[in-house]
């Protein structure tokens, strides 16, 4: 009898995993699509601001009024905390000859949808250095089914990446080897933008 019970919920715990794995790429496609334009305007303001001047922004308390900006400079990093509305946000930017308007812009993407972090990150594919942007956003916008992780990820890349029949990111398309990305698998939502659901939202 007791078999038959362990059995049984083995069973019913499957079928849960099957149907959360099924309902979370659902959730996070159509987050995704419903949110595109203001997604993209991230990674597009994000991309052309970085090329100007390296840097990572994000956001530090709940209610999305404390950034943490972070200049990248040859020798050092520095990093500033702000009130989104202080003058000495923009004076900063201004320092280190960053587009103050369009970081505000940016800000201002960011917190329309409660995204809590942007950044540049490099990786090798045949020794060949490449980039992609991380966008990070907290999970108050999705399903309650979420609530057991804390963060929607999304990768975004400037080349068509490769992927398996399952619609995850492969290194090469030859090897069929999963790139994961701070040990997270990553989903295909289309060409050139993947997504995971983690626990760490950086």
């Known amino acids: 009898m007791r078999n038959k019970r362990t059995a049984y919920i083995v069973f019913l715990i499957?079928?849960?995993?099957?149907?959360?794995?099924?309902?979370?790429?659902?959730?996070?496609?159509?987050?995704?699509?419903?949110?595109?334009?203001?997604?993209?305007?991230?990674?597009?303001?994000?991309?052309?601001?970085?090329q100007g001047k390296p840097f990572s922004l994000a956001f530090t308390d709940k209610?999305?009024?404390?950034?943490?900006?972070?200049?990248?400079?040859?020798?050092?990093?520095?990093?500033?905390?702000?009130?989104?509305?202080?003058?000495?946000?923009?004076?900063?930017?201004?320092?280190?000859h960053l587009d103050s308007a369009g970081l505000n812009k940016l800000i201002g993407y960011m917190r329309s949808i409660h995204c809590t972090w942007v950044n540049n990150f490099d990786y090798y594919v045949d020794e060949k250095k490449n980039s992609l942007i991380f966008i990070s956003i907290k999970p108050v916008l999705f399903h309650s089914a979420f609530s057991y992780k804390k963060y929607?990820?999304?990768?975004?890349?400037?080349?068509?990446?490769?992927?398996?029949?399952?619609?995850?990111?492969?290194?090469?398309?030859?090897?069929?080897?999963?790139r994961k990305i701070n040990g997270e698998i990553f989903y295909r939502i289309n060409d050139k933008v993947c997504y995971t659901i983690s626990g760490l939202f950086r």
Request: proline share 2%; charged share 25%.
């Open 63 to 96: 209610l999305f009024r404390t950034v943490s900006l972070e200049i990248i400079t040859d020798t050092l990093t520095y990093i500033y905390d702000f009130n989104v509305e202080e003058k000495r946000l923009n004076d900063t930017a201004a320092k280190y």
């Open 152 to 178: 929607y990820i999304l990768t975004y890349y400037s080349q068509p990446q490769h992927f398996d029949p399952q619609g995850r990111l492969l290194d090469k398309r030859k090897m069929r080897k999963l």
């Open 14 to 50: 499957s079928v849960s995993v099957l149907l959360f794995s099924c309902s979370g790429i659902k959730i996070t496609s159509q987050y995704y699509f419903e949110h595109e334009k203001v997604l993209d305007q991230v990674e597009s303001t994000y991309r052309t601001l970085y």
